[in-house]
Nanobody
Framework: QVQLVESGGGLVQPGGSLRLSCAGS????????MSWYRQAPGKQRELVAA???????NYAEIVKGRFTISRDNAKKTVYLQMNSLKPEDTAAYYC?????????????WGQGTQVTVSS
């Protein structure tokens, strides 16, 4: 019943900016914690940023000061504003929703959007 669709990825030069969007469906979006992950070839998928249903954010140290996560519950969308991009930010970026069930959380993932930072 939950679908997540990422968009906004692309090719950008070092120092440039991109804004990723994750559009969700379902009535549980507004009460669910959301996060962005990324995965580069040969590396583990890593948490980039997270935002709780109440709007509390946290970030991986390597992106602090450069990335900003936000959400618009009316639009059922979470955003990742990425500034001062570096080549090491190149990865597939994935949106995740954590659904709070009575037993344990269920996680929903989008299909991902590719970000490439290169000259």
């Amino acid at each position: 019943q939950v679908q997540l669709v990422e968009s906004g990825g692309g090719l950008v030069q070092p120092g440039g900016s991109l804004r990723l969007s994750c559009a969700g469906s379902g009535s549980i979006f507004s009460i669910s914690d959301m996060s962005w992950y990324r995965q580069a070839p040969g590396k583990q998928r890593e948490l980039v940023a997270a935002i709780t249903s109440g709007g509390i954010t946290n970030y991986a140290e390597i992106v602090k000061g450069r990335f900003t996560i936000s959400r618009d519950n009316a639009k059922k969308t979470v955003y990742l504003q990425m500034n001062s991009l570096k080549p090491e930010d190149t990865a597939a970026y994935y949106c995740k929703l954590a659904a709070d069930t009575g037993l344990r959380p269920i996680y929903y993932w989008g299909q991902g959007t590719q970000v490439t930072v290169s000259s």
